[in-house]
């Protein structure tokens, strides 16, 4: 259904969970004292076998750090916490519309 | 003239149909709904390497398309149009991915060709009906003999035209439809849709290649 293009720089951790649109992953093991420059980047977004790098625009990721709480669009992990994101069918339809107007 | 068993599974059929709702524009050429499937976009990447994997190592596509008829076609080669007139052309792929299960659907091939993409239609009584950018070419302008055309055939698959605009075509092979099974044959080929029933309950994806 979904899937991604990670590249990981250091010893952050993963869970993806797969949702019908959408998906929510769990970063972890980052130690902020000793592997500050750990991070995971999300290369690409794929939906049914479609590259559809727009889909960031629908992620947000909640971290432990008071400072970055909450973001939008993300896609360099750096903190540990749950990334996710949500979209509809309408969606896709509207980048589709985008990308070939 | 070949057919390939299972070139699409039920997913893939079904992934064609999700993914022509999502696509912004759909045509109507008289004939058909019909969507283009922007299958050189960056974003349709992956799924065209799939479509490679499927076909010769030798060909390549430079269509790729949706179609819900809700008519019979006309007669016509998919061959060269001006804009790929350079094209060495390779074979079409008609393949199902709705119908009816209770009715049947055909696509004659006849012997005759043309390298270039041209059709009858005006000719065989359909006017412009499904034609989008083929050149309409008469029977005299293909030199069609008069030779009369295959009654029995006729009868059977092809009452939608007129007969005697038939004369000088003879018949190459008839595919039957099959849910996610590949009809082919060279681009080159005239070939027309036999008439069927039930206007509203088939779909296909046509697929047509050139060699590299």
């Known amino acids: 259904m979904i899937e991604f293009d990670f590249t990981n720089n250091g010893s952050i951790l993963y869970d993806i969970e797969i949702q019908d649109h959408g998906a929510k992953i769990r970063f972890y093991g980052k130690n902020y004292k000793t592997n500050t420059e750990d991070h995971v980047i999300i290369e690409n977004i794929y939906y049914k076998d479609l590259i559809l790098p727009e889909l960031f625009e629908y992620s947000t990721m909640s971290t432990d750090n008071k400072d970055y709480a909450e973001l939008t669009n993300v896609n360099y992990i750096s903190f540990n916490g749950i990334w996710e994101i949500k979209f509809t069918e309408d969606d896709l339809k509207k980048i589709l519309k985008k990308k070939l107007s | ?212």
């Open chain 2, 1 to 212: 003239m070949k057919k390939i068993d299972n070139f699409f599974s039920k997913q893939d059929c079904e992934w064609f149909l999700w993914y022509n709702s999502i696509l912004p524009e759909t045509r109507d050429n008289g004939l058909r709904l019909q969507t283009m499937t922007h299958f050189a976009q960056p974003f349709f990447a992956k799924k065209l390497c799939d479509l490679h994997n499927r076909l010769p190592e030798n060909e390549e596509i430079t269509t790729l398309n949706i179609n819900f008829d809700y008519g019979a076609g006309g007669i016509h080669s998919d061959g060269f149009l001006e804009h790929d007139k350079d094209d060495d052309i390779a074979h079409s792929y008609l393949i199902p991915i709705v119908v009816n299960p209770i009715d049947k659907y055909f696509t004659v091939i006849f012997d005759q060709i043309s390298m270039e993409a041209i059709t009858f239609n005006g000719e065989i009584g359909l006017g412009n009906k499904g034609i989008t950018t083929y050149r309409q070419v008469t029977r005299e302008d293909y030199g069609l003999s008069d030779e009369p055309f295959d009654k029995d055939v006729y009868d059977k698959y092809l009452t939608h035209l007129n007969y005697n605009s038939l004369k000088g075509l003879t018949v190459a092979h008839i595919h039957e439809w099959k849910l996610g099974s590949a009809m082919t044959w060279p681009r080159q080929n005239f070939h027309v849709s036999a008439n069927f029933e039930n206007k509203d309950t088939r779909a296909s994806v046509l697929i047509v290649t050139r060699y590299k």
